[in-house]
């Protein structure tokens, strides 16, 4: 029996890029999906190729940026399917400007730490009842930017070492209540990320996308996922640098920081 089979799944930044491929992952093991994000068109497309594959779906438009947005799309969700067996903590945006570039800081340090650590953190808030129903589980995809620095990256590592944080102490609140933490930390994945990553002017940069030649693609992502997620793994790391370079960092940290210059300056 595949282990997402009726289970009710909430992604969140289901839309687009990791989000959308992780849905379609699931939806091949005949999972129920609530899909959330802000673009209703999209996500009504993939609504319905998950229906086509033997899945259910629930697209729930929603800005979660908005604590009650989280809070009612958690709500929906759990009430269409009648349980909440896992809550995939996905929207986010990124940055691509050095610190001492960007023409206001607080302004991109305000919009990363709302989407990528708030939003989480009340959708998480809002699904913990329904989760201690089911024994459920909890994913927060972070980053590998959230265990390193990463030049060009410094309050998007910001929001999520805080986000790792917040998760990491929360799986030991939740010890025998039967939920899970699942942390994820995607190394760099093919999706529109990098071009809608804020630049020095704290707009869109507009272009920058990755070399599919060497970056992961989001199906092998979403495969790494559900199988962490199955198996309720603690953490994923999905590239050998970043498991290394977790390591590596205590014997040598300076080697880790021109690894991660150099994949930045690469982009790959
Ligand atoms: N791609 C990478 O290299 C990489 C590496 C490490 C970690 N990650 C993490 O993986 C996650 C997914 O990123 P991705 O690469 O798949 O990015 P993406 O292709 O840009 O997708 C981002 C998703 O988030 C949604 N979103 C953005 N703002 C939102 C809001 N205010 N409310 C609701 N949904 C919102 C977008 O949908 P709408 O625009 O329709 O709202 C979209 O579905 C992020 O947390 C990112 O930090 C990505």
Redesign the pocket.
Known sequence: MPPFKDRAVLI??????????LALELARQGAWLGL?????G??EELARECEGMGARALVLT?????PI?CHQAVEACAAHFGRLDALV??????MWATFESLEDPSAVAGHLL???FL?AMECTRAALPHLRRTKGLLVA??????FSGIPTRTL?AA??HAMVGFFESLRVELLGSGVDVSI?????????????ALGADGLPLGGGT?DPRH??G?EE?AQLMVKAMAKRQRLLI?STRGKLGRWLRLLAPRLVDGIARRAVEKRR
């Open positions: 969140t930044g289901a839309s687009e890029g990791i989000g959308r491929a959330v994000a802000r673009n209703q999209r996500l929603a800005d979660v940026t908005d947005a903590n996905n929207a986010g945006d990124s709302k989407l990528n939003s995809v972070a980053s590998v930017a959230g998007y929001s999520k994820i930390a995607p190394d760099f994945v093919v999706t529109g990320l990098h071009k809608r990755l970056v992961m989001v992502c999905t």
